[in-house]
């Protein structure tokens, strides 16, 4: 495979920088696309890695899912541009957003509004204090996060057709919570298999412990790139 597909984005969340490494030197060029969130960034010198994955000709994508008041959310997001980034995840308060993208004008830097995690369920947002629920709540943020500018949304595959509908074809629908067939949900509560998602409207699938934690991380990524072409052949029969 010399193409990768760059709708896969791989997370890298480990506690050290030589695992990261060793795993993004064992997938070679089947992965383009690596996601750097809070483990790596706060344990494991994971700016430097996405930095030395930048240099390397790889896109990072930084899961820090900033909020702030707007001139910290606003230094944050020049500093993450200066690296050469792909994606940067802000959550989807509309004045952080707009501070964002202000700070991201001139660069490559996309940004990602941060919906409702795929970890939370109606009972969580419940306990929160939200009084939407998680269907209604990701499409306020959606609807504020096209208002304010921002490249795209995060969400559960759940909601990817409806932040679609919203959206149209010019903002970036990425998710979360994606298992291939036969994996278990984990800790997350809103798992997708990679051809649901694609069938629903994502752009790209964030993909971490089906990858990074199996015995075979080659082959479970061959098996998320098949599930992906497969489903690639279903939407074009169905249009």
């Known amino acids: 495979m010399n193409n990768a597909d760059?709708?896969?984005?791989?997370?890298?969340?480990?506690?050290?920088?030589?695992?990261a490494e060793q795993l993004v030197e064992k997938l070679?060029?089947?992965?383009?696309?690596?996601?750097?969130?809070?483990?790596?960034?706060?344990?494991?010198?994971?700016?430097?890695?996405?930095?030395?994955?930048?240099?390397?000709?790889?896109?990072?994508?930084?899961?820090?899912?900033?909020?702030?008041?707007?001139?910290?959310?606003?230094?944050?997001?020049?500093?993450?541009?200066?690296?050469?980034?792909?994606?940067?995840t802000i959550h989807a308060y509309p004045q952080a957003m707009t501070a964002a993208v202000t700070a991201a004008k001139g660069s490559k830097l996309s940004l990602l509004a941060v919906s409702v995690l795929t970890s939370m369920d109606e009972n969580d947002l419940m306990e929160a204090g939200y009084d939407r629920d998680v269907e209604s709540l990701v499409g306020l943020r959606a609807y504020q996060a096209k208002e304010a500018g921002m490249n795209g949304v995060v969400c559960s595959a759940f909601e990817a057709a409806l932040v679609k509908k919203m959206l149209g074809d010019n903002m970036a629908i990425v998710t979360p919570g994606i298992r291939p067939e036969g994996e278990t949900a984990g800790d997350q509560k809103r798992v997708v298999t990679p051809a649901d998602a694609l069938s629903w409207g994502a752009?790209?699938?964030?993909?971490?412990?089906?990858?990074?934690?199996?015995?075979?991380?080659?082959?479970a990524t061959y098996k998320i790139l098949d599930e992906m072409?497969?489903?690639?052949?279903?939407?074009?029969e169905t249009k």
């Not at 760059?6 to 695992?19: E, Q, W």
């Not at 990858?211 to 080659?218: K, L, N």
């Open 6 to 19: 760059d709708r896969l984005i791989v997370a890298l969340d480990f506690s050290s920088r030589s695992k």
């Open 28 to 88: 070679g060029d089947k992965v383009c696309f690596y996601k750097i969130g809070y483990q790596m960034v706060y344990g494991a010198e994971g700016i430097e890695l996405g930095r030395q994955l930048i240099k390397s000709g790889k896109q990072v994508f930084f899961d820090l899912k900033l909020l702030d008041i707007d001139n910290t959310v606003a230094k944050a997001v020049e500093a993450i541009a200066k690296t050469g980034a792909s994606m940067l």
């Open 203 to 219: 752009t790209n699938l964030v993909v971490g412990r089906p990858i990074t934690a199996a015995v075979d991380p080659v082959a």
């Open 229 to 236: 072409s497969m489903a690639d052949l279903a939407i074009k």
